[in-house]
Nanobody
Framework: VQLVESGGGSVQAGGSLRLSCVAS????????MAWFRQAPGKEREFVAA????????SYADSVKGRFSISRDNAENTVYLQMNSLKPEDTAVYFC????????????????WGQGTQVTVSS
């Protein structure tokens, strides 16, 4: 599975962005999908996940109530809607996929995208 993220950019605090992760090579129907992020000088951290088998999403405490993950299997795409952005959300955001399990909840998946930069200014 090849993953390509897009939708990053620079916004002011309080703004919104919608990230997309388009998969190719295989259908994501049986892939749990997740978003991770990595800020400069910090380790990569879990942001949000959506299982392959149902719609029970999971979120890091730091983004609950502000971010929303969704998937469109017909388009082979996963989205991350980010609202009320804060400067501490500044990071490179990565898409991750794992077959028959949920990355972020159960380890990480084998497939990663190249990342998209999100910068939030105060």
């Amino acid at each position: 599975v090849q993953l390509v993220e897009s939708g990053g950019g620079s916004v002011q605090a309080g703004g919104s962005l919608r990230l997309s992760c388009v998969a190719s090579g295989r259908s994501i129907t049986v892939y749990g999908m997740a978003w991770f992020r990595q800020a400069p000088g910090k380790e990569r951290e879990f942001v949000a996940a959506i299982p392959w088998s149902d719609s029970r999403t999971s979120y890091a405490d730091s983004v609950k109530g502000r971010f929303s993950i969704s998937r469109d299997n017909a388009e082979n795409t996963v989205y991350l809607q980010m609202n009320s952005l804060k400067p501490e959300d500044t990071a490179v955001y990565f898409c991750n996929a794992a077959a028959y399990r949920t990355p972020g909840v159960h380890g990480t998946g084998a497939y990663w995208g190249q990342g998209t930069q999100v910068t939030v200014s105060s």
